[in-house]
């Protein structure tokens, strides 16, 4: 049993100590604390027994503050626990936290204490959850191996003589921020750490506190996180403060943390503060023009960021550099590394020959390591294309790599659903679920490269951002996760004054989600657009639109960049319900927004042709626009112009294999290729490689087109009616409810097998889901289910006037005009 010892002033008890152990009696439990009033009888010191209980001690916690610094006990104390920090060498069993207002240069703190990370935390809670997942952390067996590795690092010479001339250019006034942007796995944070230590700016021990942020954050979810690594409280109405305000209180709020906490701050940025355009956020730039004014002269902040920002050279206080993959040299260099980490031996023509396998990512490399050291190297020199087949598909690879289970999936399943989560919430959600061994599996996952720690002393996990969208998009969750997700938000006291941010950050999306009342002062606007992305995704768009209506009343007080994303939610959900609102909220969305909401509305009312028009607009403006190009794949293959659909959905789908729209799409339009442009050995290969990907996807969405799109195949390439059969069936019985991809599918194979009865049955559904309208998105489809229909009945002028209300391809019309003849009984 992992034991802590808590060494504190008597005098620190009432405010802080007592506190804090309550918070650790119900996490940790009474018998791993070592705290004189439950451990030492009548609480009186015996100075061979508390000797003794410090050698055992698994995690000594010194509660640093004025009146522990002139305590004889706490400095004997101290000078015991020395003990540890020579026996424990490269684990980090001292846990020293300054708890009032000392700072960390206090004379008083001896001197090999100041070599670890000093922190300040005023919140018994919060430091209750730190504590909690640091026993968790000291019992994993690989947990010195995780620090080590993150500790790797190699060559980046070119960017190191960048960093190297800027900091030490006397001729710049000052460097305050720094932006390392590339792919979130190529090192930026390995490199700006290093950088950091070698300009001698923080010593080599120095762990900085970090937050993340995502595309639909904004300076209120800054000033949040940045006020929980700096234990202040913030007193300020985020929602109706002026964005001046709001700018001003994030500027003290990180001076605060750079001056008196002597802190670096590191921002994990995913979209928030460098956007998806380059652009930097207004609010974010009002921040940096600041710190120039100001008398700092020190870096404040470093951030990674997916994107490269453009348009920054005004800002004379920020230094951007991208961070590509690693060299032909630098990966010869972290395979030999890491091999020798891990105790596996590989001569020179061994590390020669995998090492042309990479393209420069560092987790290629970890990731084959890994496989090599589960498996064996004749297992690896067999199956080479697992790291092809890992750069194509990284979370699918590491699931099957490594043979995650059922559980393990349940577990990056309820990751998926936080930003960051401290290890003490998540304990008590998989309890909930009656899985809670798998909290130890937490370090297998930072191992393979799923899950980061972030956090003041990384007492927060968050999944990494390919996991995070690749368990988002399996938006179905089993009933025993979301009864445990439930019993968690029910556990949870929204209003109490020691709940932790990433809780709330949770229970607040939760309570709005379900249309439950939440307490307004701890409303921002990130949880309104966060929780109507997920109601979008779900369908349940009049609950988009009444949230949407209810936070735009602030517009004024809310950042530009968020208020434009609630406006596009808005929109799209006025367009899916065809309502002509929708006409009047789209003029506030200007630019090439505004040509997509116009595509994606006329699409939802059947004008194909003033959407594929639209859609083509968005592209001249913005070519790179996905959505745009998914959307124009969408209606190519509708409209039957599969030549056009195809190197657009080819490019989709190579882009994010994961999607399954995308995949469906591309089978689409592979499917119905002509013969003299893909012969079909080939379209045979391309269509199994989309089904196999269908089925390693998780989601009822993705199990529903993998069926359909089965029977599709057997329809069309292997003409095996039986085997359609049964493949509809199955998808009738696994999706009673949902079976609009049926329907539309069934219309060609009932054609095909020439079934009248079932074609009429077929459109009294289609009469029932409206698709009989003729602003129905699925209208043509009726058409030709009604054509196909008077086609067997030999109702000739009945099915010619249908065929003349398709908005399709001319192609398309011609193939439809081709089976009626044939179906006519003449």
């Known amino acids: 049993m992992k034991k802590v010892f808590i060494s504190h002033s008597s005098k620190d008890k009432d405010f802080f100590v007592r506190p804090l152990v309550d918070n650790l009696k119900k996490s940790l439990g009474e018998d791993r604390l070592v705290y004189d009033e439950l451990t030492f009888e009548s609480g009186a010191k015996i100075i061979e027994e508390i000797r003794q209980t410090i050698d055992m001690t698994d995690l000594f916690v010194i509660l640093l503050s004025e009146n522990s610094l002139s305590s004889e006990w706490v400095k004997q104390e101290i000078l015991w626990a020395k003990n540890l920090d020579s026996n424990f060498l490269d684990e980090q069993r001292i846990m020293p936290v300054i708890i009032d207002d000392i700072t960390k240069d206090n004379q008083e703190i001896p001197e090999w204490l100041k070599k670890y990370n000093l922190r300040n935390v005023k919140s018994p809670s919060k430091l209750s959850r730190m504590i909690f997942s640091r026993v968790t952390e000291i019992s994993w067996k690989n947990s010195e191996f995780l620090k080590k590795k993150t500790n790797l690092f190699v060559g980046r010479n070119s960017e190191m003589e960048s960093f ?3 900091i030490n250019d006397f001729t710049i006034e000052k460097t305050n921020f720094i932006i390392a942007s590339g792919m979130s796995t190529v090192g930026r944070r390995s490199f700006l750490k290093r950088a950091l230590n070698k300009t001698g700016i923080v010593r080599e021990s120095y762990s900085p506190p970090i937050i993340v942020l995502d595309g639909h954050q904004s300076i209120e979810d800054f000033i949040k996180e940045l006020s929980n690594v700096s234990d202040l409280d913030v007193d300020i109405d985020l929602m109706s403060s002026t964005l001046d305000k709001k700018i001003d209180l994030a500027f003290d709020l990180l001076r605060v943390l750079n001056t008196d906490l002597k802190d670096k701050l590191f921002i994990d940025d995913q979209g928030a503060i460098v956007t998806h355009t380059g652009e930097l956020a207004y609010w974010f730039k009002q921040i940096v023009e600041k710190f120039n004014s100001s008398d700092y002269v020190d870096i404040s902040t470093c951030i990674m960021s997916k994107y490269k920002p453009h348009f920054i050279y005004s800002l004379k206080n920020m230094f951007h550099l991208h961070i590509d993959v690693l060299s032909p040299s630098d990966r010869n260099k972290l395979l030999f590394q890491y091999s020798n980490l891990n105790d596996l031996i590989l001569d020179k023509p061994e590390l020669a020959a995998i090492s042309q396998l990479f393209s420069g990512f560092p987790e290629e490399i970890f990731y084959t390591i890994d496989v090599i050291k589960e498996n064996s190297k004749e297992y690896f020199y067999k199956n080479t294309h697992i790291i092809s087949d890992y750069s194509d598909n990284k979370i699918q690879s590491i699931i099957s790599g490594f043979n995650y289970t059922d559980n393990d999936n349940k577990v990056l399943k309820i990751l998926s659903k936080f930003n960051f989560i401290n290890l003490e919430s998540l304990s008590k959600i998989l309890e909930y679920a009656s899985i809670p061994e798998k909290i130890n599996d937490i370090e297998k996952y930072m191992r393979h490269g799923m899950v980061n720690k972030i956090g003041v002393d990384g007492e927060y996990i968050t999944l990494n951002l390919a996991a995070k969208n690749y368990y988002e998009r399996q938006i179905h969750l089993e009933k025993q996760l979301s009864n445990a997700l439930d019993r968690f938000v029910g556990y949870i006291d929204i209003n109490g004054s020691n709940l932790d941010i990433a809780d709330e950050m949770f229970v607040m999306q939760e309570k709005l989600r379900l249309g439950k009342e939440v307490p307004l002062a701890k409303l921002i606007p990130s949880y309104y657009l966060k929780t109507m992305k997920n109601l979008y995704d779900n369908r349940k768009n009049s609950a988009v639109i009444k949230l949407a ?24 959900s006025l367009a899916r319900l065809k309502d002509e609102r929708f006409k009047d909220e789209v003029q506030s969305i200007s630019g090439y927004k505004h040509n997509f909401l116009f595509g994606f509305y006329y699409r939802q009312i059947g004008r194909f042709d003033l959407a ?8 001249e403006e913005n070519r790179t626009y996905s959505q745009a190009k998914r959307e124009l794949v969408l209606l190519y293959n509708k409209i039957g112009e599969y030549d056009k659909a195809y190197l657009m959905a080819k490019d989709n789908y190579e882009n994010n294999r994961n999607n399954p729209y995308h995949i469906q799409a591309y089978f689409q339009s592979v499917l119905y290729q002509r013969e003299d442009s893909q012969p079909l050995l080939e379209k045979k290969r391309i269509l199994g490689t989309l089904l196999s990907d269908f089925e390693k996807i998780d989601s009822p969405s993705a199990r529903n087109m993998f069926l359909i799109c089965k029977a599709k195949y057997n ?8 085997q359609v059969q049964s493949t509809l069936d199955q998808a009738s019985k696994e999706f009673p409810e949902d079976n609009t991809y049926i329907l539309l599918f069934q219309v060609d194979f009932f054609e095909r097998t020439k079934d009248l009865r079932q074609l009429e049955k077929v459109l009294e559904l289609m009469k029932n889901s409206n698709f009989n309208r003729k602003n129905s998105n699925y209208y043509n489809d009726f058409l030709k289910c009604q054509i196909y229909i008077n086609a067997m009945k030999n109702n000739e002028i009945e099915w010619k006037e249908n065929l003349s209300k398709l908005t399709l391809s001319d192609s398309a019309k011609s193939t439809i005009n081709e089976r ?4 006519m009984n003449k």
């Open 820 to 823: 009626a003849e044939k179906l």
């Open 549 to 572: 209506d209810s936070i735009l009343h602030s517009s004024d007080v809310l950042d530009s960049y968020i208020r434009d994303e609630i406006r596009f939610f808005l929109c799209s």
């Open 715 to 722: 329809m069309e390439i292997e003409k095996d009616y039986s």
């Open 612 to 619: 594929i028009e639209r859609f083509n607009k968005v592209l």
């Open 164 to 166: 190297e001339s800027r």
